[in-house]
Each structure stands twice: as C-alpha cells, then as structure tokens.
T-cell receptor, first 114, second 113 residues
Framework: DVKVTQSSRYLVKRTGEKVFLECVQDMDHENMFWYRQDPGLGLRLIYFSYDVKMKEKGDIPEGYSVSREKKERFSLILESASTNQTSMYLC?????????????FGSGTRLTVV | DQQVKQNSPSLSVQEGRISILNCDYTNSMFDYFLWYKKYPAEGPTFLISISSIKDKNEDGRFTVFLNKSAKHLSLHIVPSQPGDSAVYFCAAPRGDSNYQLIWGAGTKLIIKP
C-alpha cells in the first residue's frame, strides 16, 4: 500500500523553538508539498518541491523553510515557532505523470505552539 | 484572491437522503476539478474528479456535475451514509502550473442518523 508518512501525529512546542516536521513517501513521486489546514481557510500551500534540492515558495512561506536532500523525504522547518503557527500540517506527494493530478496525503501533524 | 470557493462551511443531511455540496470557481481557464474527502486526524483522500469536456462523472454513490457557463460544480452523494460525515474539499489545477492545486475552504458534511 503506497504511503506518505509524517513523523509525528501530535507535537507541542514552545515559542521560539526550532521545529522539524518530517515527511517520507514511498511512491517515487517527484513532487512533494507542505500545507497547513486551518478552519475556514482550507488548505494553504507553504512550500513545494518538484525535484531533489529544488524548492518553491507557496502562498504562505513566511516563517518556514524546507529541505529536500533525498527524493523520498521533504522536511518542513519552523525556524522560530510562534503561536500563530499552531495548525494541522499536511504533507502530500504527486507524480506529474498522473493525468488526474492526484495527491497522496500523509495523516497530518497537529502542532501546538505554546 | 481565492479562485475556488466553497461558500457553505457546513451541511447537515439525514441518513439516506441526498447530500449536495457546492463549489464555485472564478477562472474560466480551469479545465479539471477534483473532490477530496477528509476525516479528522487524517489526510485528505481523493474522491472523484471531472474534466471540463464532461458535464457529469459518476462513481457509485458519488456524482459530480459541472456547469461551465455558471462556473459551478456540485458533488451529489446518494444515499448519504454515516461514514460520509467528513470535510469535503474541491480543488482545481493552478493554471500556471501542471502540478499545483488550488483548494476551496472545505464543507463539513454531517450525516444525521
């Protein structure tokens, strides 16, 4: 069964901490994405990557950075966590060969910054 | 500017009846649409899609209708079941990218027993 795995389901971090969210996919997908989901705002794209070591800013990149050293792994970094970064974080991957643009999502990481 | 809009944050439907979830879009260049379903504490999963060359696509209890002139699509679930209670997102590929999706805000569907 194909999977996108996010390392943590729940995290609680203190303001100012550096936070790492890890995502691994086993489908050999080129594209990987980080979203955050907030009530009433839907899914907002933070960063995406279409190849190893490549990254592009999404709609809300401020306060975040990413790393993609290997094709299967895409990491989201909160340089200095703030309370407004409390959210559900979702990682997804996709293949550009798929006509239906289908994304496979991980189960999400619920991050609380206190 | 949100180009895909789901104007109903929530919808409550009796079990066995039809659920209709709506989505509007502003960009007439969109040529493909997808619906995803999301349970709490899980990632969204792909449900059904439709190409702009069609006006209807059916998969079991789920049917998506597309009205291009009105820039409107709808997801029909018949009959609604308790397991359909979830948040439903509609999405469309971003015009300037062949792999980025633009997402609606989602509609929370509650099926009452």
């Amino acid at each position: 069964d194909v999977k996108v795995t996010q390392s943590s389901r729940y995290l609680v971090k203190r303001t100012g901490e550096k936070v790492f969210l890890e995502c691994v996919q086993d489908m050999d997908h080129e594209n990987m994405f980080w979203y955050r989901q907030d009530p009433g705002l839907g899914l907002r794209l933070i960063y995406f990557s279409y190849d190893v070591k490549m990254k592009e800013k999404g709609d809300i990149p401020e306060g975040y950075s990413v790393s993609r050293e290997k094709k299967e792994r895409f990491s989201l970094i909160l340089e200095s966590a703030s309370t407004n970064q409390t959210s559900m974080y979702l990682c997804a991957s996709s293949s550009p060969d798929r006509f239906d643009y289908g994304y496979t999502f991980g189960s999400g990481t619920r991050l609380t910054v206190v | 500017d949100q180009q895909v809009k789901q104007n109903s944050p929530s919808l409550s439907v009796q079990e066995g009846r039809i659920s209709i979830l709506n989505c509007d879009y502003t960009n007439s260049m969109f040529d493909y649409f997808l619906w995803y379903k999301k349970y709490p504490a899980e990632g969204p999963t792909f449900l059904i899609s439709i190409s702009s060359i069609k006006d209807k696509n059916e998969d079991g209890r789920f049917t998506v209708f597309l009205n291009k002139s009105a820039k409107h699509l709808s997801l029909h679930i018949v009959p609604s079941q308790p397991g359909d209670s979830a948040v439903y997102f509609c999405a469309a590929p971003r015009g300037d990218s062949n792999y980025q999706l633009i997402w609606g805000a989602g509609t929370k569907l509650i099926i009452k027993p």
